[in-house]
């Protein structure tokens, strides 16, 4: 969990900006529910969020906290497909004693979120630092703009912000769906506004598999990347360093495209933690992010990787083991290396150098080059060492030749 502090109350709007800001940089994996009756399946959701809560602390201050649904969330057993006079109900719980709800209704062509419900424990203390309430906390709104039609899926890929007394929750990444006539999302969508904005026009309920496109595919093969340098900081100081030329290969629809990641109009951002590490990018509409974990042998890797795009295309893999180093050193490969993510998803990495843990005063520490690198340094070594021995062969051979023609005379 992410904790952003402020002892003046007015930094709480600023705080509902930062987080229209943090909503495009929101990790893109997102956390999965379900709700049976039975073997009935009646609500399905995948979602991210990031919440944002002032609460009261001593002297009559007030502070602010960012917490995020974190992966562990999980479905509480209050949640029900509901009958003809309970509404049906998706109850998360998450934290110590944390909880968000969605309650729907519905009528003869629609169903929306009727209500959105977070309860928070205020007695939390690693959440809510010297909280002078330590009784729980409960809001509503029921001005949630989440509404689909009827056997589609309700889709938001964009950050979506509902606004409650003391708190905002940050949707984004989200796919749900209640009534739900089978026992998986619908074939059809209904997609929100935000995505439509970004994206080519589209009627507000369409198949899936033709609502959306994949990012434009170039006429000519892309150039190598360039690289960008970016970092992720916490108080103040920077936790997580990289430098990377990237270039994504995206299989989507029958359709292969490859394109760039370009640093010029890329936004990093993240968050860092004693043995866990996130670099999230955002170019344009293209959300990248990658995931280190630290073991207990104090080595680092790539755990994972996911992207999102307007267009649709969503892909990620949490079971990685790319771009292995020991804590306090980074990780190099200036050669181009493959990282493949899923079979339809890869990424072409250039002029590589990461660091997710243990940086010292904003630099990269002792690099361990990879394989590939070393392989590279070896082969000229090879050539020039063979080049060397056949030099020596010819010269030895010749000094032979010519001692045995200066024999071949004294013998005359």
């Known amino acids: 969990m992410a904790l952003l502090h402020s002892n003046k109350q007015l930094l709480f709007a600023g705080v509902a900006l930062l ?8 990790p893109v994996f997102a956390v999965a529910f379900e709700v049976k009756n039975g073997n009935n399946t009646c609500i399905m959701a995948e979602l991210s969020a990031n919440i944002s809560v002032k609460y009261a602390v001593a002297n009559k201050q007030m502070n602010t906290v960012l917490v995020a649904l ?49 309860t928070l424990n205020l007695s939390d203390s690693a959440v809510f630092v010297n909280s002078s309430t330590k009784a729980p906390m409960t809001v509503s709104s029921s001005s949630t703009g989440i509404k689909a039609s009827l056997n589609t899926t309700y889709r938001c890929m964009s950050a979506t912000h509902v606004t409650l007394t003391d708190v905002n929750v940050t949707f984004s990444n989200m796919r749900v769906e209640a009534y739900l006539p089978a026992a998986n999302f619908s074939k059809e969508a209904t997609v929100c506004n935000a995505d ?5 026009p589209a009627p507000k309920t369409t198949p899936v598999t033709t609502a959306t496109t994949a990012p434009p595919a170039p006429t000519t093969a892309p150039t190598n990347p360039t690289a960008g340098i970016y970092n992720v900081t916490k108080s103040n100081e920077t936790c997580l360093l990289a430098k990377m030329a990237l270039q994504l290969n995206i299989t989507y629809q029958n359709k292969t495209t490859v394109f760039n990641i370009n640093p010029l109009t890329t936004v990093a951002g993240g968050a860092c933690d004693t043995n866990s590490s996130t670099l999230i990018l955002r170019d344009g509409s293209t ?15 790539l755990s994972g990787i996911a992207v ?20 306090g050193r980074s990780y190099m490969c200036s050669a181009e290396q493959t990282l493949t ?27 361990e080059e990879c394989q590939l690198d070393e392989d590279n340094m070896l082969i000229p070594i090879i050539v020039g060492a063979a080049l060397a021995g056949l030099v020596l062969i010819v010269l030895i051979a010749y000094l032979i030749g010519r001692k045995r023609s200066h024999a071949g005379y004294q013998t005359i």
């Open 196 to 200: 439509i904005s970004t994206s080519t």
């Open 341 to 367: 993510v899923t079979s339809v998803f890869s990424i072409n990495a250039f002029h590589l150098q990461v660091q997710p843990f243990g940086v010292s005063s904003g630099k990269f520490g002792t690099a």
């Open 308 to 327: 999102a795009t307007s267009g649709g295309f969503i892909a990620d893999n949490k079971n990685l083991t790319y771009l292995r180093g020991t804590l």
């Open 19 to 26: 987080i229209s800001i943090l909503g495009c940089l929101t």
């Open 70 to 118: 974190p992966d562990s969330a999980t479905v509480d057993n209050s949640s029900t497909c509901g009958n003809d006079t309970v509404a049906p109900l998706l109850v998360v719980r998450f934290g110590d004693g944390h909880s968000l709800s969605l309650n729907f209704s519905r009528n003869a062509s629609d169903y929306q979120v009727d209500t959105l419900s977070v």
């Open 287 to 301: 959300n990248l992010t990658f995931m280190f974990m630290l073991n207990d042998t104090k080595k680092f890797y």
